[in-house]
Nanobody
């Protein structure tokens, strides 16, 4: 059984930084895709960034390029999301998600491709 444990999040003023981390357990290999999604009240869940743990290849949404960085953690099957220059519109519940196999350009941001999800962590950015 694959499980995801998220940490980080919180409240910060605009222009500040936060770091989210996620650890996946239950996989017997590292050829997996791990991603961050976010969902604001009244809005659809959207893909923020994804990384193939095995190759290190990354994808990110245009709205966060240059501000958010996804990276592999030191421990096996862990990922971090460094969020800098935060904006009020980044306020949302952030979810870690994973699926077996590498991330791919055509579907990394499709929530339906991910079979496992974390419980979510709130990020609030005030103006």
């Amino acid at each position: 059984q694959v499980q995801l444990v998220e940490s980080g999040g919180g409240s910060v003023q605009a222009g500040g930084s936060l770091r989210l981390s996620c650890a996946a357990s239950g996989y017997l290999y590292s050829n997996i895709c791990m991603a961050w999604f976010r969902q604001a009240p009244g809005k659809e869940r959207e893909g923020v960034a994804a990384i193939s743990i095995g190759s290190g290849g990354t994808y990110s949404a245009d709205s966060v390029k240059g501000r958010f960085t996804i990276s592999r953690g030191n421990a096996e099957n862990t990922v971090s999301l460094q969020m800098d220059s935060l904006k009020p519109e980044d306020t949302a519940m952030y979810f870690c998600a994973t699926h077996a196999g590498t991330c791919y350009g055509g579907g990394w941001s499709s929530a339906s491709d991910y079979g496992y999800w974390g419980q979510g962590t709130q990020v609030t950015v005030s103006s």
